[in-house]
């Protein structure tokens, strides 16, 4: 299964369970899902995104897919905000801790992202098998909020993990999950049953932190003397680049040129060309492409 068709189908919902190994379509007892340790590596503000590993991050591709559901284990919770981070291949957490890895695009938070659940409570991400943290077996973490506020903080460990035996399996009740190989790596159901009444569920649709459409918005400030920032979003995967031309259609700079990740993102322009150079003081045309999108807005730089 391409990565890209797990994490739209993981929000999969019977056509990926209908060509799911059975091992995987054991459902776990219908109890609230146990909390375990926040632990000491958790950050605010992760991206929001499905692909947490940078493609050259070492170590085995891992999919994981799931529900978050009320106590009743039937009414799916929508707009519940999913949000794991774990360590790499070899058992070092990004931000805290100086990691050797393949995080090419120099991303502070490669292996760290946040999802919201869709109208069937279900979220999928795609990373690497975490290595080894010193004295534990190897695990996801978890931290899930949902619109009504409540807050659950686990994590996710593997039958197939030598590290895991069965007295850590009977003291982690519902966190052990199997894992199936397949062409892209190793795949995965983890549910969350959240201590929730499913009659206080709400319905109503909240707004998604990943834009509905890619925009490019006017940077602020404007005019500017110093330093501009410059927001935009994309809907999905792929190539953006963001350019600053003078008037005569003179190219000055490439502010981002590279595959990013869906959500929101904010940059900053300092004013200066290519080669480091301050520009003129004048007006300046900002160029947003992305897919088949062109953007652009004006910029007024005051030295």
């Known amino acids: ?28 007892d219908c109890n609230v899902t146990n909390n375990d340790i926040l632990g000491p590596y958790w950050a605010e503000n992760h991206p929001y ?88 077996p190897r695990h996801f973490h978890y931290k899930i909020k949902t619109p009504e506020n409540l807050e659950l903080v686990t994590q996710c460990y593997f039958l197939i993990d030598p590290e895991v035996d069965d007295s850590w399996i009977a003291n982690h009740l519902g966190l052990v999950i199997p894992l199936e190989e397949g062409i892209d790596g190793l795949y995965g159901t983890f549910d969350i049953v959240m201590d929730e009444d499913g009659s206080q569920v709400s319905s109503d649709e909240h707004q998604s932190l990943i834009p509905q459409e890619p925009y490019l918005k006017n940077n602020y400030p404007n005019p500017f003397n110093n330093s501009t920032q410059i927001e935009f979003g994309i809907t999905k995967l792929e190539y953006v680049s963001i350019s600053v031309y003078d008037v005569s259609g003179k190219w000055i700079i490439n502010i ?48």
């Open 49 to 136: 995104r499905a692909i947490l590993a940078n493609i050259d991050e070492p170590g085995t591709r891992i999919h994981i897919a799931g529900t978050v559901k009320a106590n009743d284990c039937e009414t799916p919770i929508q707009n519940a905000i999913v949000d794991v981070w774990h360590a790499n291949d070899d058992g070092c957490y990004t931000i805290f801790q100086e990691c050797d890895s393949g995080n090419t695009d120099e991303d502070p938070y490669n292996l760290r992202g946040q999802m919201l659940t869709n109208e069937n409570g279900e979220y999928a991400f795609e990373s690497i098998w975490p290595g080894y943290y010193p004295g534990r």
């Open 256 to 303: 981002v040129d590279k595959k990013m990740l869906p959500g929101t993102h904010k940059l900053r322009w300092n004013g200066k060309n290519s080669l480091g150079n301050h520009v003129p003081s004048g007006n300046y045309l900002l160029v947003m492409r992305s897919g088949s999108l062109i953007r652009s807005r004006k910029i007024l730089y005051l030295k």
């Open 1 to 28: 299964m391409k990565r890209r068709n797990f994490i739209k189908t993981g929000l999969m919902g019977t056509a990926a369970i209908s060509m799911a190994p059975t091992a995987l379509l054991s459902r776990q």
